[in-house]
């Protein structure tokens, strides 16, 4: 089985942000279900910093389905980004 390539940051928005990691898992759950791809980055960055506040849990998506992807999460009370 190949490895899987991660997506370039530069083709990829954020759209939600928190320093509890559990809202950010819980959307990417989400919007994968709906066949939106996600990614949670820097989830492990305060933990290794030694503070949950340094650095929030981001969630990204490609530029193209951003707009979708933030529709459906402010439907939930997600996100106002």
């Given at each position: 089985?190949?490895?899987?390539?991660?997506?370039?940051?530069?083709?990829?928005?954020?759209?939600?942000?928190?320093?509890?990691?559990?809202?950010?898992?819980?959307?990417?759950?989400?919007?994968?279900?709906?066949?939106?791809?996600?990614?949670?980055?820097?989830?492990?960055?305060?933990?290794?910093?030694?503070?949950?506040?340094?650095?929030?849990?981001?969630?990204?998506?490609?530029?193209?389905a951003?707009?979708?992807?933030?529709?459906?999460?402010?439907?939930?009370?997600?996100?106002?980004?």
């Amino acid at each position: 089985m190949p490895a899987i390539e991660p997506p370039d940051p530069s083709e990829l928005e954020e759209i939600f942000a928190s320093i509890d990691p559990t809202p950010v898992r819980m959307a990417h759950d989400y919007l994968n279900e709906a066949g939106i791809e996600s990614f949670v980055f820097d989830a492990g960055s305060s933990r290794l910093l030694g503070t949950t506040a340094a650095v929030p849990t981001r969630l990204m998506v490609h530029r193209d389905a951003a707009k979708d992807a933030r529709d459906r999460l402010n439907e939930l009370g997600f996100t106002d980004k």
